[in-house]
């Protein structure tokens, strides 16, 4: 059975999309710690990060610095923290997270409720610094 993930880059569940390539996607996360929390994901289903082959593995990594690029540009912060938890879905993932404290990146705090226009704008915003 297909991850979420691969789901969603197939067409099959909406998301908020900010970047992807042939073999990379780049979603908000709908249960965001900060506004900006960005999923970076390979398109190919791999449950564990470490179980990608090297050139899939770097190419996520040049990937999601692309992307956490375009997120500094776009959310005021101090940094864009990187976070690999990867148990709650299995399909390799990384969490890019606008940083101005370490709490920020907390996930054991309540999440963000975001209205799908304040989803989109900010969505349209990353995507539009990417590059």
């Known amino acids: 059975m297909a991850s979420i993930f691969t789901k969603i880059v197939e067409g099959e569940i909406p998301s908020y999309r900010i970047a992807e390539d042939e073999n990379f996607y780049a979603f908000l ?3 965001p710690l900060v506004k900006g929390h960005t999923l970076v994901i390979p398109k190919k289903e ?5 179980d990608l082959d090297d050139q899939t593995l770097s190419g996520l990594s040049l990937f999601a610095k ?6 500094d540009k776009t959310i005021p912060c101090k940094r864009v923290g990187v976070v ?19 709490a920020d990146a907390s996930f054991t705090k309540p999440k963000l409720k975001l209205s799908e ?3 989109k704008k900010i969505a349209q915003e990353i995507s539009a610094a990417f590059e």
Do not use: W
């Not at 791999?46 to 470490?50: A, E, K, R």
């Not at 692309?66 to 997120?71: E, L, N, Y």
């Open 117 to 119: 226009e304040e989803f």
């Open 46 to 50: 791999t449950d564990y990060l470490f």
């Open 84 to 102: 690999v938890l990867g148990l709650e879905v299995p399909h390799a993932h990384i969490h890019l997270i606008p940083l101005n404290s370490e």
């Open 66 to 71: 692309r992307v956490a690029k375009a997120i």
């Open 29 to 31: 996360d709908i249960f």
